[in-house]
């Protein structure tokens, strides 16, 4: 009930190119989608986050896509970079409470 | 930046032992989270406190215990430590609309 599940596990995609990373959740009374971003031996930093009221919200070359039906939710980056290589994680809250978060995502952009 | 700070950066305990990390948020934010984040995974949520009480708490015994005083710091407290426990430990101080800013985080070994 409280699990985020999030796929792929590693991503590699080529310079220019576009990175989608999907999650998907069971517990309907989360309402605050956040992605964070996460480089060696830093701290996870948020992206961009959703809350189920809109099915799309974009910032920049990164677009969160929300299916609420379908409980899934992903993240697109456009133009990927060689420095958008990260360690990628989902996450989920209710009230700002009790965060969870997917098991991550690495992706690599090849120059 | 985020703002948020850590102490300390790296910290090597044996098992039985007790330690105490500790977390300086950012001014204003009345919530701090902590997560326990082993090597390859996503952030497990250890608990959250809000104007000095505990609000939340994840799937971990009760020798994890934290403070969190007036000044916006706080302290997470492991006893009896176990082999297991070997991990980043991230504190996230949190806004009124559910953004986290994470500090860079204290790696944790037991030996």
């Known amino acids: 009930q409280q699990q985020v599940k999030q796929s792929p596990q590693s991503l590699i995609v080529q310079k220019g190119g576009i990175s989608i990373i999907n999650c998907a959740y069971e517990?309907?009374?989360?309402?605050?989608f956040p992605w964070y971003q996460q480089f060696p031996g830093k701290g996870p930093a948020l992206l961009i986050a959703?809350?189920?009221?809109?099915s799309e919200k974009k910032e920049g070359r990164f677009t969160i896509s929300f299916n609420k039906s379908a409980k899934q939710f992903s993240l697109h980056i456009m133009d990927s970079q060689p420095g958008d290589s990260a360690t990628y994680f989902c996450?989920?809250?209710?009230?700002?409470?009790?965060?969870?978060f997917g098991p991550g995502t690495r992706l690599s952009v090849l120059p | 930046e985020t703002g948020v700070t850590q102490s300390p950066t790296h910290l090597i305990k044996t098992r039985g032992q007790q330690v105490t990390l500790r977390c300086s948020s950012q001014?204003?934010?009345?919530?701090v989270s902590w997560y326990q984040q082993a090597l390859g995974q996503g952030p497990q949520f250890i608990f959250q406190?809000?104007?000095?009480?505990?609000?939340g708490r994840g799937n971990f015994p009760p020798r994890f215990s934290g403070l969190q005083f007036p000044n916006y710091s706080s302290e997470l407290n492991v006893n009896a430590l176990e082999l297991d426990d070997s991990a980043l430990y991230l504190c996230?101080?949190?806004?009124?609309?559910?953004?986290?800013?994470f500090g860079p985080g204290t790696r944790l070994t037991v030996l």
């Open positions: 406190y809000y104007r000095e009480e505990e609000n």
């Open positions: 996230a101080s949190m806004t009124s609309t559910d953004t986290q800013y």
């Open positions: 996450a989920a809250s209710h009230h700002g409470q009790n965060f969870v």
């Open positions: 959703i809350r189920p009221d809109v």
């Open positions: 001014s204003g934010h009345n919530t």
């Open positions: 517990n309907t009374a989360f309402d605050y």
